[in-house]
């Protein structure tokens, strides 16, 4: 029995009280000052679908920064808020051919194994400036703290109750932001590699995964049946969850 004000998953329900739809009070022309001044030259890039799905989601996927896909110079990279003309995990193929990559083909079995559709879910950057690489970000501490004054400020629009991190970085910075507690690492049928789960008072679940890029956890027959389960188990578990 789903509880009232639940936003039910899947089968777990998760107590955030149904929302007056209000929008972000920290925009694209927010990033742009904070990117400008903080010395970012990489571009920047938010959101992967429509704004108005962040206001409509079940689940955010959550990647650290934008990576450098193509390109070695800054002028080959531009910026962007969001994306109106729908998700690209499933609007677009990242490989450009007929087949997908490995990283979006490991990402479109997450949303299979959950049932969600391309208006059910939407993807966001932690910190949305790009760099060379996360060690090469500009001014680290300053734009952790824009990051984290940004989410704070998602949390207040967005009724998803489940935020899906591509890789540990992100969740650890994440449930910084958020305020949620590591309860749980569940096995991943790949090495000592764990996924985590984080729970904060608000009723937010973060599931932290290995990187999908590094670590092919599904789509590899019998041996993703532990992955699959942990990755069901963390996104299904009642909340609060505490572990043994």
């Keep these: 029995m789903v509880p009232a004000g639940a936003v ?12 007056n739809i209000q929008k972000l009070s920290i925009g694209p022309n927010e990033i742009q000052s904070a990117y400008d001044a903080l010395g970012h030259e990489w571009g920047w890039s938010f959101l992967s679908g429509p704004e108005t799905q962040l206001y409509e989601a079940k689940t955010v996927i959550v990647g650290l920064n934008p990576a450098r896909a193509h390109g070695d110079n800054p002028s080959d990279y531009g910026t962007h808020w969001d994306v109106p003309e729908g998700n690209i995990y499933f ?3 990242w490989g450009g051919g007929e087949e997908y990559t490995a990283l979006q083909s490991q990402l479109l079995r997450w949303f299979e194994l959950l049932h969600l559709g391309p208006k059910q879910t939407i993807g966001a950057n932690f910190v949305p400036f790009r760099s060379r690489s996360w060690a090469k970000l500009a001014r680290p501490k300053e734009s952790i703290q824009f990051a984290e004054r940004l ?13 899906i991190t591509m890789g540990k970085d992100a969740g650890w910075y994440l449930a910084q932001a958020l305020s949620n507690k590591l309860v749980a690492r569940l096995p991943s049928g790949w ?4 996924i985590d789960v984080y729970d904060g008072t ?10 999908p890029s590094r670590f092919k956890l599904f789509n590899r027959g019998e041996a993703s049946l532990t992955a699959e389960a942990s990755f069901l188990a963390a996104c299904d578990m009642e909340l609060p969850f505490t572990a043994n």
């Design 202 to 211: 608000s009723g937010r679940r973060i599931v932290a995964m290995p990187h």
């Design 8 to 19: 039910p998953l899947n089968g777990f329900n998760v107590g955030i009280e149904r929302m």
């Design 191 to 194: 090495g000592k590699q764990t």
């Design 151 to 163: 989410w704070q400020d998602v949390i207040k629009v967005t009724p998803a109750p489940l935020f």
């Design 91 to 93: 609007s677009k193929n």
